[in-house]
Nanobody, 122 residues
Framework: QVQLIESGGGLVQAGGSLRLSCAAS????????MGWFRQTPGKEREFVAT????????AYTDSVKSRFTISRDNAKNTGYLQMNSLKPEDTAVYYC???????????????WGQGTQVTVSS
């Protein structure tokens, strides 16, 4: 069982940066792929980025490529999402997730955090 807690969200102006963290407790985090998803009211949860268990393989949705970077530190049981050049359309609740597959699909992830709000003002 893995428990995930996100932090680092907040209010930022367009063009600014935020770094989200995902702290894991319990066993096995280093064996799981990790993903970040985001959701706005009335919409389905949207894939943002994913990283393999080793950190060696990553993937991003097109809208965040070259602006966001996903990483992880298995020694600290923590994952990260560095978000640069933020845009108002990045406003959402951001969730981290862990699962057996490095996947763009939410249902492939077994464990989820509670989410952290990111708001980008224009």
């Amino acid at each position: 069982q893995v428990q995930l807690i996100e932090s680092g969200g907040g209010l930022v102006q367009a063009g600014g940066s935020l770094r989200l963290s995902c702290a894991a407790s319990g066993r096995g985090f280093s064996n799981y792929a990790m993903g970040w998803f985001r959701q706005t009211p009335g919409k389905e949860r949207e894939f943002v980025a994913t990283v393999s268990w080793s950190g060696g393989s990553t993937a991003y949705t097109d809208s965040v490529k070259s602006r966001f970077t996903i990483s992880r530190d298995n020694a600290k049981n923590t994952g990260y999402l560095q978000m640069n050049s933020l845009k108002p359309e990045d406003t959402a609740v951001y969730y981290c997730a862990a699962g057996g597959l490095r996947s763009v699909t939410a249902r492939h992830y077994n464990y989820w955090g509670q989410g952290t709000q990111v708001t980008v003002s224009s």
